[in-house]
């Protein structure tokens, strides 16, 4: 039963301090999408790739927050400087887009982040 | 432009009573249409979507939704909730831009 995996579960760490978020998408999904969930703001879309290509950051605050696509079983989520405004849990999914539209998204179980 | 409206923040209904969960979009296109549900400190998990095909879907857990253009709508309907059913239901709308918008969400409480 393929699933996105996401390391690591839980992190906590002090203000200033750089964070590092992993995804595993699905083999074969063609898309990786990051989202950021908190009680104020509800869900948020931060970024997604296609093919590994960035096509959507919109939603990033660019000054500290950078995501990448090293390669097809990899996508990384960084927060350098990290701020306590940024505790909230990170959701990382895949999925395939064909014909232009993006089918079902396969969420992980999420980063759960808090900076002190 | 693209957006989904939940009209229900919280709904709250008794056990083996029917839910209704409402949603309402707007595409400039002919969209897809999911809904998720989230249960606490869980991941989102699909429940059923709608891809143009048939108008009423059928999902997960005895979930169905129906979309109706006219009213551009689709609405998630239980026949008879349980409490494992409580959780945050998301509508989401997907069209050919490749643009996926979410909606704020809607908490589901089931009273025993």
């Known amino acids: 039963d393929a699933r996105v995996t996401q390391t690591p579960r839980h992190k906590v760490t002090e203000m200033g301090q750089e964070v590092t978020m992993r995804c595993q998408p699905i083999?074969?999904?063609?898309?990786v999408f990051w989202y950021r969930q908190t009680m104020m703001q509800g869900l948020e879309l931060l970024a997604y790739f296609r093919n590994r290509a960035p096509l959507d950051d919109s939603g990033m605050p660019k000054d500290r927050f950078s995501a990448e696509m090293p390669d097809a079983t990899l996508a990384t989520l960084k927060i350098q400087p990290s701020e306590p405004r940024d505790s909230a849990v990170y959701f990382c999914?895949?999925?395939?887009?064909?014909?232009?539209?993006?089918?079902?998204?396969?969420f992980g179980p999420g980063t759960r982040l808090t900076v002190l | 432009a693209q957006s989904v409206t939940q009209l229900d923040s919280h709904v709250s209904v008794s056990e083996g009573t029917p839910v209704l969960l409402r949603c309402n979009y707007s595409?400039?296109?002919?969209?897809?249409l999911f809904w998720y549900v989230q249960h606490p400190n869980k991941g989102l998990q699909l429940l059923l979507k709608?891809?143009?095909?048939?108008?009423l879907v059928k999902g997960i857990n005895g979930f169905e939704a129906e979309f109706k253009k006219s009213e551009t709508s689709f609405h998630l309907t239980k026949p008879s909730a349980h409490m494992s059913d409580a959780a945050e239901y998301f509508c989401?709308?997907?069209?050919?831009?490749?643009?996926?918008?979410f909606g704020i969400g809607t908490k589901l409480q089931v009273i025993p």
């Open positions: 595409s400039s296109y002919s969209p897809s």
């Open positions: 709608y891809t143009s095909a048939a108008t």
């Open positions: 083999l074969g999904h063609n898309t």
């Open positions: 999914a895949s999925g395939l887009v064909t014909g232009g539209v993006t089918d079902t998204q396969y």
């Open positions: 989401v709308v997907s069209d050919q831009n490749q643009k996926v918008t």
